[in-house]
Antibody
Framework: EVQLVESGGGLVQPGGSLRLSCAASGFTFSYYSMNWVRQAPGKGLEWISYISSGSNTIYYADSVKDRFTISRDNAKNSLYLQMNSLRVEDTAVYYCARLAYRGDFDYWGQGTLVTVSS | DIVMTQSPDSLAVSLGERATINCKSSQSVLYSSNNKNYLDWYQQKPGQPPKLLIY???SRESGVPDRFSASGSGTDFTLTISSLQAEDVAVYYC?????????FGQGTKLEIK
């Protein structure tokens, strides 16, 4: 069974940093590209970052570019999101999502809540 | 960036009736090399992550009930629930994966009338 489990969320002050993790199981992690998607409270979905299976290709949404860094460790079946210079508007549930070979996001984690507040 | 616009923002339908949600993209998401529309539909229930319903604009994901269907090509797409069940109450999102940034529609909240 495919499982994605996010962790690392919490309360952080504006300007602070946080590192999210996504532990994958039930599939060959190194074969799949992965994404981070976030959802602010009561709002819609926002894609924020993509990483290819071998980390060769990385994309970011403009809203997080130069502040967030996506990475992965295929030996540990883990995906990461380093978030720096956090802003109040970064408050959201952060999901990791697997990119199917077809291009859609076929599996999602349960999400981890990041709250940026003083 | 490709802008995805859904209509309506909310919808109330009686149990057993048909529900229809529309999605329009600001540019075509039809990939000419394989004639596939890079458009999918997700269902999100409160407190849960999104769940993939439809990929390639009209292909139903494994395990999704056949009362869910979708159609469209290019820039205009539709998700239809043929006979609404109580468990279909959710927010529905379309998403394009034709190009980054991958973008979602604003969501359509489906309720029981």
């Amino acid at each position: 069974e495919v499982q994605l489990v996010e962790s690392g969320g919490g309360l952080v002050q504006p300007g602070g940093s946080l590192r999210l993790s996504c532990a994958a199981s039930g599939f060959t992690f190194s074969y799949y590209s992965m994404n981070w998607v976030r959802q602010a409270p009561g709002k819609g979905l926002e894609w924020i970052s993509y990483i290819s299976s071998g980390s060769n290709t990385i994309y970011y949404a403009d809203s997080v570019k130069d502040r967030f860094t996506i990475s992965r460790d295929n030996a540990k079946n883990s995906l990461y999101l380093q978030m720096n210079s956090l802003r109040v508007e970064d408050t959201a549930v952060y999901y990791c999502a697997r990119l199917a070979y077809r291009g859609d996001f076929d599996y999602w984690g349960q999400g981890t809540l990041v709250t940026v507040s003083s | 960036d490709i802008v995805m616009t859904q209509s309506p923002d909310s919808l109330a339908v009686s149990l057993g009736e048909r529900a229809t949600i529309n999605c329009k993209s600001s540019q075509s998401v039809l990939y000419s090399s394989n004639n596939k529309n890079y458009l999918d539909w997700y269902q999100q229930k409160p407190g849960q992550p999104p769940k993939l319903l439809i990929y390639w604009a009209s292909s139903r994901e494994s395990g999704v009930p056949d009362r869910f269907s979708a159609s469209g090509s290019g820039t205009d797409f539709t998700l239809t629930i043929s006979s609404l069940q109580a468990e279909d109450v959710a927010v529905y999102y379309c998403q394009q994966y034709y190009s980054t940034p991958y973008t979602f529609g604003q969501g359509t909240k489906l309720e029981i009338k």
